[in-house]
T-cell receptor
Framework: AQTVTQSQPEMSVQEAETVTLSCTYD???????LFWYKQPPSRQMILVIR??????QNATENRFSVNFQKAAKSFSLKISDSQLGDAAMYFC???????????FGEGTQLTVNP | KAGVTQTPRYLIKTRGQQVTLSCSPI?????VSWYQQTPGQGLQFLFE???????NKGNFPGRFSGRQFSNSRSEMNVSTLELGDSALYLC?????????????FGPGTRLTVT
């Protein structure tokens, strides 16, 4: 069974600084996708970034980038120039390419200090 | 395009009752997935419907059921409610439910069982 682990229940960062959220996963599949979702206090789950396992290049979306280490089964999220609006719960998630089910990690609560 | 809508947004039920939650996907989306979010268990996959057929099911008791209509709207039903069913229920829609198609989440239905 696939599992996703986020070892940092809480993180904090100063506004304008950089923070990295960690995620590890376990799978025997070779074809899969990894995601970072953001869940603000409104509870609306928002996709931040995704990475296809077959791609060696790390995904980037504006201030958000990932460090995907396939052999180590590691998938961290880097947020640069943190903004107050980045404060939220962040979930790492996995999905096998042929399926629709998302497997989520426990989440990391990110606080951004002004 | 309108986003994923869920009704009702909040619900209070008594133990032993049953409840029906509704999810209207983004227009044109044929896949609808349901997730349960609790503080103790995190985000867990309930089931996925595609073209009116249940295509995937999570590890939940038979009290949890769902269906999808010809217009892709989906309902989930929980019978004989237990206190532990108190949770945020999220649904997500996708064009065809494959991994390279993004899932869009609704705002959720907060169910409280007393």
């Amino acid at each position: 069974a696939q599992t996703v682990t986020q070892s940092q229940p809480e993180m904090s960062v100063q506004e304008a600084e950089t923070v990295t959220l960690s995620c590890t996963y376990d799978t025997s599949e070779s074809d899969y996708y990894l995601f970072w979702y953001k869940q603000p206090p409104s509870r609306q789950m928002i996709l931040v970034i995704r990475q296809e396992a077959y791609k060696q290049q790390n995904a980037t979306e504006n201030r958000f980038s990932v460090n995907f280490q396939k052999a180590a089964k590691s998938f961290s999220l880097k947020i640069s120039d943190s903004q107050l609006g980045d404060a939220a719960m962040y979930f790492c998630a996995y999905r096998v390419s042929s399926g629709s089910r998302l497997t989520f990690g426990e989440g990391t609560q990110l606080t951004v200090n002004p | 395009k309108a986003g994923v809508t869920q009704t009702p947004r909040y619900l209070i039920k008594t133990r032993g009752q049953q409840v029906t939650l509704s999810c209207s996907p983004i227009s044109g989306h044929r896949s609808v997935s349901w997730y349960q979010q609790t503080p103790g268990q995190g985000l867990q996959f309930l089931f996925e419907y595609f073209s009116e057929t249940q295509r995937n099911k999570g590890n939940f008791p038979g009290r949890f059921s769902g269906r999808q209509f010809s217009n892709s709207r989906s309902e989930m039903n929980v019978s004989t409610l237990e206190l532990g069913d108190s949770a945020l229920y999220l649904c997500a829609s996708s064009l065809v439910g494959l991994a390279d198609y993004e899932q869009y989440f609704g705002p959720g239905t907060r169910l409280t069982v007393t």
